[in-house]
T-cell receptor, first 110, second 115 residues
């Protein structure tokens, strides 16, 4: 079993819909990252959080440390949000490396 | 401010050759991370350098190696290339050990193709 599991693997929605991507992890963490990867490969860091909730524009990320679960929400989705969204965790054992989920491929149709 | 820059963008090699990939971190960042993203697989941690030293290494064979220079730029070297080394190699940088919970900023990657 992977240390970081994302769901769903693929998600297709219509423009304007509210999107939720989930991430569960099995290790103790010091931080959780949500990343966005567009075709071509470049990665943009969306959020880094260790507790509670963060919001940036139409994006909201939440984390529940006790349940070892995080969600990424997109409100009023737009075709330009189409990308792969990746959850990554940093272990609290001081290793500094990130452990990644397999990613969620999001497609927003106009 | 320039982001993380990687070169080359694309690299084509044949089996048995050696490849060198380069990464320049964001100014002021002392930590550089290397990741591999093979087709159909998720991102895998390769190497972490900070202040010129290798701090951690992922589950990769010794033919994957690297170094970090005094200006904090880094090279990833892959020797005796195999077909399964074909992947996107991503570099990320962050503030160093003293700031251990800083976000990592990613470059656009080098796509390595082995023929």
């Amino acid at each position: 079993k992977n240390e970081v599991e994302q769901s769903p693997q693929n998600l297709t929605a219509q423009e304007g819909e509210f999107i939720t991507i989930n991430c569960s992890y099995s290790v103790g963490i010091s931080a959780l990252h949500w990343l966005q990867q567009h075709p071509g490969g470049g990665i943009v860091s969306l959020f880094m959080l260790s507790s509670g909730k963060k919001k940036h524009g139409r994006l909201i990320a939440t984390i529940n440390i006790q349940e070892k679960h995080s969600s990424l929400h997109i409100t009023a989705s737009h075709p330009r949000d189409s990308a792969v969204y990746i959850c990554a965790v940093r272990s609290n054992q001081g290793a500094q490396k990130l452990v990644f989920g397999q990613g969620t491929r999001l497609t927003i149709n106009p | 401010e320039a982001g993380v820059t990687q070169s080359p963008t694309h690299l084509i090699k044949t089996r048995g050759q050696q490849a060198t990939l380069r990464c320049s971190p964001i100014s002021g960042h002392t930590s550089v991370y290397w990741y591999q993203q093979a087709l159909g697989l998720g991102l895998q941690f390769l190497l972490w350098y900070d202040e010129g030293e290798e701090r951690n290494r992922g589950n990769f064979p010794p033919r994957f190696s690297g170094r970090q220079f005094p200006n904090y730029s880094s090279e990833l070297n892959v020797n005796a290339l195999e077909l399964e080394d074909s992947a996107l190699y991503l570099c990320a940088s962050s503030s160093g050990l003293l700031y251990s919970n800083q976000p990592q900023h990613f470059g656009d990657g080098t796509r390595l193709s082995i023929l």
